[in-house]
């Protein structure tokens, strides 16, 4: 399924332009605590676990619960990856205005681990640890 993707500046002028996206930071809750945009909701796609990286099994339904199909969403995560995935996920899974951003919050990695594209931060936009309740995934995932 092609996902439309978009810069970190295109991702900022969305928010900031008033048409309802939202920023949907799918790190995991550590990586959303140590820093992410302003206003963005934190929804894992992937659980840091004590085995590594899992599956969050209640990812697409928390979506819908907060969010909803008809919802603006911009899927971001720190590289890409995760966020592709997270937009194809929520593609598949009947909601209808996913973009996902490119290079994440800290950028895509080349093969010798080089910043090959800058993400959100490492372009200088906005960056927070402040959370309200209902961006924070506890909050979210709260029925």
């Known amino acids: 399924m092609d996902v439309q993707r978009i810069s970190p500046e ?5 928010l900031e332009l008033g048409e309802g996206y939202t920023y949907l930071d799918v790190r995991s809750i550590p990586e959303f605590e140590a820093g992410h945009a302003p206003g963005a ?13 899992q599956p969050n099994g209640d990812f697409v339904a928390v979506c819908e619960r907060a969010l909803g199909k008809d919802a ?6 720190l590289k890409g990856g995760r966020s592709l995935h997270a937009a194809r996920l929520l593609l598949a899974n009947g909601f ?6 490119r290079g994440g919050f800290d950028g895509e ?35």
């Not at 295109?10 to 969305?14: F, I, T, V």
């Not at 909701?41 to 990286?53: D, E, S, Y």
């Not at 209808?96 to 951003?101: A, L, P, S, Y």
């Open 10 to 14: 295109e991702a900022k002028d969305l």
């Open 41 to 53: 909701k934190n929804i894992p796609v992937l659980h840091r676990t004590p085995f590594g990286m």
């Open 72 to 77: 603006k969403i911009i899927t971001a995560c």
């Open 109 to 143: 990695s080349g093969p010798m681990g080089q910043i090959v594209y800058p993400g959100w931060a490492r372009r200088g936009l906005p960056v927070t640890t402040e959370a309200t309740e209902d961006e924070t995934y506890e909050g979210l995932s709260t029925p």
């Open 96 to 101: 209808t205005n996913v973009v996902d951003m």
